[in-house]
């Protein structure tokens, strides 16, 4: 008990931003755009600009894998389109199950703390179904967990994920700002995700427990769904750009923000191009987990 209350004093005295706090200073940055719109010159004067310094960092990002990862010999994905497919029945199936049953026998959470309840949903769901993806997996004939991406992190793979997240990180800036100027063009409001809104809010345990999900846990899961599972069986059919495009895709519209979902998109595709270079899940995940745990901090200042 003792512990638990240390805990929500410490997250009580952390600094935290009201989403509507935050709602507004989009909508500022909305009102700016709307304002920079008038002057067209300019607009494509940034562009340019930003063209060549995108352009010059993604050469640079080029050299760098090229340098810290050299070319492994991985065998292909035993697993098809069709398993994934059942892999997606069997995650919703799980989260329909497991969330009724522990609002259920746990009542309590679910309507007095709804929001410590969710993610405690969240990580029962995602355990078990991560549990039954490698179970199943591991019946498919000619099975090997390289091809997962799983295998011992080297220094190199922990210095390319580090460094190719702070090459990609002008990317990342580019396309949010592009998001606000599409949003600004076609006179959208900009809305705080759900999920920042939610952390925002909550305090205690269910705000450690959130950042945890946030920075670890989130990564991790979906790093094996969408860079492991989906592209290394959607590659056999599609190639590595056409399962990248696709991935990356899927893997931003299930965030479900239209502000964020160039930005998200430009994540996924830089993640895999990480996973495809190394060959390592574990870089994906460090670079994944910087991203989130940066994007917290921004929320939090």
């Not at 191009?273 to 929320?299: D, F, G, P, R």
Request: proline content about 3%; hydrophobic content about 55%; glycine content about 4%.
């Amino acid at each position: 008990m003792k512990n638990i209350s240390l805990l929500c004093l410490l997250s009580n005295s952390v600094p935290y931003v009201l989403s509507e706090t935050l709602q507004e200073s989009m909508r500022k940055t909305q009102e700016d755009f709307q304002k920079f719109l008038q002057h067209p010159f300019w607009i494509i004067v940034f562009l340019i600009f930003c063209f060549l310094a995108l352009w010059q960092i993604s050469c640079f990002l080029r050299f760098l894998f090229s340098r810290l990862f050299p070319k492994k010999n991985v065998s292909a994905a035993v697993w098809t389109g069709w398993d994934i497919l059942f892999f997606t029945f069997f995650y919703f199936s799980c989260f329909i199950i497991l969330s009724s049953i522990m609002a259920y026998f746990l009542p309590f959470f679910s309507k007095d703390k709804e929001y410590f309840f969710r993610l405690l949903v969240y990580w029962t769901v995602h355990i078990v179904s991560l549990v039954f993806l490698f179970f199943f997996l591991s019946f498919l004939p000619g099975y090997d967990k390289k091809s997962l991406g799983i295998c011992p992190l080297g220094h190199q793979d922990v210095l390319g994920a580090v460094l190719g997240y702070v090459c990609f990180f002008p990317w990342y800036l580019f396309l949010f700002y592009f998001s606000h100027l599409c949003c600004a063009l076609f006179h959208l409001e900009p809305k705080v995700q759900d999920v920042a809104q939610e952390l925002m809010q909550s305090q205690g345990i269910s705000w450690w427990f959130s950042v945890i999900t946030v920075i670890l846990l989130a990564p991790a899961v979906e790093e094996v769904i969408f860079r492991a599972f989906i592209f290394c069986a959607m590659k056999k059919y599609l190639g590595v750009v056409g399962g990248t495009i696709l991935t990356s895709v899927v893997f931003s519209i299930m965030h479900q923000n239209l502000l964020a979902f160039f930005p998200i998109l430009g994540l996924g595709i830089f993640l895999q191009i990480l996973y495809e270079k190394s060959q390592c899940l574990w870089a994906c995940i460090i670079a994944h987990s910087l991203h989130n745990a940066l994007t917290l901090v921004y929320l939090l200042l």
